[in-house]
């Protein structure tokens, strides 16, 4: 069963600070998405990175996929308290065919404090 | 374009009454996936659907659930009989690659409590 597996999953971080979340996961896969949501909210899509070395960036927030690491981080510059949220990502794998189903990490809870 | 449809958005229900969820997906995706979502953790697939046909219901547990997808369209979820340890958010999605977008689109989801 493909495992997936993020770190921290609890991050409190002051504004103005840079932080990374870790997303291992166990087999292998081009395709890795990252989410947020907001309590009480569904899942906003944020990132889909769909080959190794892919690397993408919106506002404060830049995802980079290393498909031979087996490894996705989302990388957090000067932190404000609008980040706050769950962010999840997502291993999508389709066993060889061409449909896809995502794997999901159990999210990294992020708290912004002034 | 409409997002993925779902209703009800909360429901509370009794242990061992029953219960339905609704899912319209994104016009045109031929692919639908329903999710549980207890409350903690990350959404974990329960059934993948190809038009009208399942693709994967490996995670559903079959004696309390089941879903269909009539016409391949709309898409229903049951539980019958609720146990305390569904309480959780059940989320519908929809994709479709034919196109070659890799993209997932979740619905609102629908909150249950058992209780």
């Known amino acids: 069963e493909l495992k997936v597996e993020q770190n921290p999953l609890f991050l409190s971080m002051q504004e103005g600070k840079n932080y990374t979340i870790y997303c291992n996961y166990s087999?292998?896969?081009?395709?890795l998405y990252w989410y947020r949501q907001d309590p009480g909210k569904s899942l906003e899509s944020l990132f889909v990175?769909?080959?190794?070395?892919a690397v993408k960036q919106e506002g404060r927030l830049m995802a980079s996929l290393d498909t031979k690491a087996r490894l996705s981080t989302l990388h957090i510059t000067a932190a404000v308290h609008d980040l706050s949220a769950t962010y999840f990502c997502?291993?999508?794998?389709?066993?060889?065919?061409?449909?896809?189903?995502?794997?999901f990490g159990r999210g990294t809870q992020l708290t912004v404090w002034p | 374009e409409a997002g993925v449809a779902q209703s009800p958005r909360y429901k509370i229900i009794e242990k061992r009454q029953s219960v339905a969820f609704w899912c319209n997906p994104i016009?045109?995706?031929?692919?639908l996936y329903w999710y549980q979502q207890i409350l903690g953790q990350g959404p974990k697939l329960l059934i993948q659907?190809?038009?009208?046909?399942?693709?994967?219901d490996s995670q559903l547990p079959k004696d309390r659930f089941s879903a269909e997808r009539l016409k391949g369209v709309d898409s229903t979820l049951k539980i019958q009989p609720a146990k305390l340890e569904d309480s959780a958010v059940y989320l519908c999605?929809?994709?479709?690659?034919?196109?070659?977008?890799?993209?997932?689109?979740f619905g609102s989801g629908t909150r249950l409590t058992v209780v």
């Open positions: 999605a929809s994709s479709d690659r034919t196109l070659g977008d890799y993209g997932y689109t």
């Open positions: 087999t292998t896969s081009d395709r």
């Open positions: 990175l769909l080959s190794n070395g």
């Open positions: 997502a291993v999508d794998f389709d066993r060889g065919s061409t449909l896809g189903r995502l794997y």
């Open positions: 016009s045109g995706h031929a692919t």
């Open positions: 659907f190809q038009n009208n046909g399942v693709v994967d």
